[in-house]
């Protein structure tokens, strides 16, 4: 029984340990979290930073959770005062650069949470590129009002001047 | 005796006149002595070039509780227009507002003085129960309510807070629709008037400070109104 869980255990490790670093090839991740909200809240953001080290753009296709029945990139978009959301259909990282998704921008929209996310929960979430790549993240659930407290989230305007439809 | 009548009416005609004439006179010495008082430059922008008398709404809240303009009235109020399917810029700016409650509750007179409201303008999928308790996990300050679209409108129209929903441009059938709303965050004094507005984007700093600026001035201004008369 000992040796059998061993196994199993080596076996789950060995599967998962790769994936759970959030590395692949030349993507990185960083900081992935989830905006926390009121448990009957079904509709949530993650947020998190995607660094490309390689040497050809990547392309973000897909993203998805089990956690959720349907994840979107989205982008807040501002018009004047107006806030608005547009769905991308994929996200580029240029090569030697990275993406931020942040509070007031790019986010991943988490939609229909299968069950409430207190803070400190796990969010597990694969990130598909065009070439095939997956990436396993895991972000966890916080509060993000303490990033509030910095000007980061000051929403960047030289990005919305190429949004007007 | 009528001649003497006239005179007499006559006598009361002038000394009225004088009367009249030395408020007057007295009222613009007053006036140019004591001129209008005018908003510190720091909080200038952030303020309607004159406060806006609100006419009365009736929007609903947790366990079917209405608000309307007087309970506005007696606070000043932080007013925001949003909803709870959107992950981004409203946890963004109820968070914010959030914090910057904190921060005014340093000085407990004002902390006693603010209430949050925050206004969805999607009933479709926004209970009034899941507003409220949406709006309250910011803050204890924050009271949620929403109510049919003329209720809205009641309200939105006044503060000139546009929001659409586009059932159209969303990717999917069903409950996943976009909104778009206006982010500014309304400021109502306690007499019920829309008397300043915090654009987009806020800070909590910026908003904790502005406001208590806002609230000196506006408590001078009364006093002054006081001396006056």
């Known amino acids: ?165 | 005796m009528k001649k003497q009548n006239l005179l007499l009416a006559k006598k009361s005609l002038a000394l009225l006149l004088v009367i009249a004439l030395s408020i007057t006179a007295f009222i613009g010495w007053k006036l140019s002595h004591d001129p209008v008082v005018k908003a510190p430059a720091e909080i200038e922008d952030y303020l309607f070039w004159q406060a806006r008398e609100l006419t009365d709404f009736k929007l609903i809240g947790g366990n079917n509780k209405t608000l309307g303009l007087n309970d506005l009235k007696g606070k000043w109020s932080f007013i925001f227009f949003g909803y709870v399917h959107c992950p981004d810029v409203c946890p963004l700016t109820m968070g914010i507002l959030g914090q910057a409650f904190k921060l005014i509750e340093k000085d407990p007179a004002a902390y006693q003085d603010i209430q949050g409201v925050f206004i969805s303008v999607d009933p479709k999928r926004d209970t009034p129960e899941l507003v409220n308790e949406y709006a309250s996990y910011f803050s204890s300050k924050f009271t949620g309510v929403t109510g049919d679209v003329a209720q809205l409108d009641a309200i939105s129209r006044q503060m000139s807070a546009l929001y659409t929903i586009h059932p159209k441009e969303a990717q999917d059938s069903g409950d996943n629709y976009l909104v778009t709303h206006n982010s500014t965050v309304f400021l109502v004094d306690p007499q019920g008037r829309l008397y300043g507005r915090f654009p987009p984007p806020q800070l909590p700093q910026e908003i904790a400070e502005v406001f208590m600026k806002i609230r000196t001035f506006h408590n001078e201004r009364s006093n002054k109104r006081w001396d006056f008369f």
Not at chain 1, 35 to 59: F, M
Not at chain 1, 62 to 70: G, H, I, K, L, R
Not at chain 1, 110 to 132: H, R
């Open chain 1, 1 to 165: 029984m000992g040796f059998f869980l061993k196994v199993l255990f080596s076996l789950v490790l060995g599967f998962v340990a790769p994936i759970a670093s959030a590395d692949s090839g030349d993507i990185q991740i960083l900081d992935p979290w989830v905006q926390a909200a009121p448990p009957n809240v079904k509709v949530l953001a993650a947020y998190l930073e995607i660094k490309n080290n390689g040497e050809k753009p990547q392309i973000l296709v897909n993203v998805s959770s089990p956690a959720f029945d349907q994840v979107g990139i989205h982008r807040s978009v501002m018009h004047g005062n107006m806030a608005h959301m547009e769905h991308l259909k994929e996200l580029t990282i240029p090569a030697h650069a990275s993406v931020a998704l942040k509070p007031g921008g790019l986010h991943f929209m988490l939609m229909d949470a299968k069950k409430p996310l207190p803070v400190g929960d796990s969010v597990p979430m694969t990130l598909t590129f065009k070439n095939g790549d997956k990436v396993a993240v895991t972000a966890t659930v916080r509060s993000g009002q303490m990033e509030n407290m910095g000007d980061n989230q000051h929403m960047d305007h030289s990005e919305h001047m190429n949004h007007n439809h």
